[in-house]
């Protein structure tokens, strides 16, 4: 019940912008989209997440479209640190528990290249 | 802050053994931990939710007798695979959420490889 689709790989030059798509057309009203990166054989890092409306910090930013149908994720200038797998994730709410658990997608390797 | 640690990193078993992994949240109280499974060059897979002194809830077509799960206090779950074999054999996760807030922290994997 994967919620969201990413391509499978990209480069990006270092010191230049990394920006990966995420596409969740069927998120609903209350969903968060979350990203995380997993650097190999390491537990996945948290880098930001949003609802509808664009986020920043400063690891990264989030634009979200007005729609939320689609989500991009963008390192401002990439490393070579930054070479990892993105994951983008919807956190959905599991109302027989009151909880909320995350739908992770396939993830996208970036390999930020010298 | 918000520290998940795991123990332990790698084991080997033999198959039809058990073997137990742990997760703890070192500088906050987890009220809600999650259990995953990766396979390689796979996405991780959620298992089962556990909260604090209740049972845990499982996924769909994940065995609970099968993998146990304990969540006995606020920094501190496990997670047992009973009569491992080896298609059992993968990256083990836990992640921890705290209380207020909605995103996990993730341990740094267990890898488990049963012979």
């Known amino acids: 019940d994967a919620k969201t689709t990413q391509p499978t790989s990209m480069d990006c030059a270092e010191g230049r912008a990394a920006n990966l798509p995420c596409n969740h057309s069927t998120i609903s009203g209350n969903e968060y989209v979350y990203w995380y990166r997993q650097i190999h054989s390491q537990g996945p890092q948290y880098i930001i997440h949003?609802?509808?409306n664009n986020e920043t910090n400063e690891m990264a930013s989030l634009i979200i479209t007005e729609d939320r149908k689609s989500s991009t994720l963008i390192l401002p200038h990439a490393t070579l640190r930054d070479t990892a797998v993105y994951y983008c994730?919807?956190?959905?709410?599991?109302?027989?528990?009151?909880?909320?658990?995350?739908?992770f997608g396939t993830g996208t390797r970036l390999k930020v290249l010298a | 802050g918000a520290v998940v640690s795991q123990h332990p990193s790698r084991v080997i078993c033999k198959s039809g053994t058990s073997v137990k992994i742990e997760c703890r949240s070192l500088d906050f109280q987890a009220t809600t931990m999650f259990w995953y499974r990766q396979f390689p060059k796979k996405s991780l897979m959620l298992m089962a939710t556990?909260?604090?002194?209740?049972?845990?809830?499982?996924e769909q077509g994940v065995e609970k007798d099968k993998f146990l799960i304990n969540h006995a206090s606020l920094t501190l779950s496990t997670l047992t695979v009973t009569s491992a074999h080896p298609e059992d054999s993968s990256f083990y996760i836990c992640?921890?959420?705290?209380?207020?807030?909605?995103?996990?922290?993730f341990g740094p994997g267990t890898r488990l490889t049963v012979t």
């Open positions: 992640s921890a959420r705290g209380t207020g807030r909605y995103e996990q922290y």
């Open positions: 949003g609802l509808k």
């Open positions: 994730i919807v956190r959905v709410e599991v109302y027989t528990s009151g909880t909320y658990k995350y739908i």
């Open positions: 556990s909260n604090e002194g209740s049972k845990a809830t499982y």
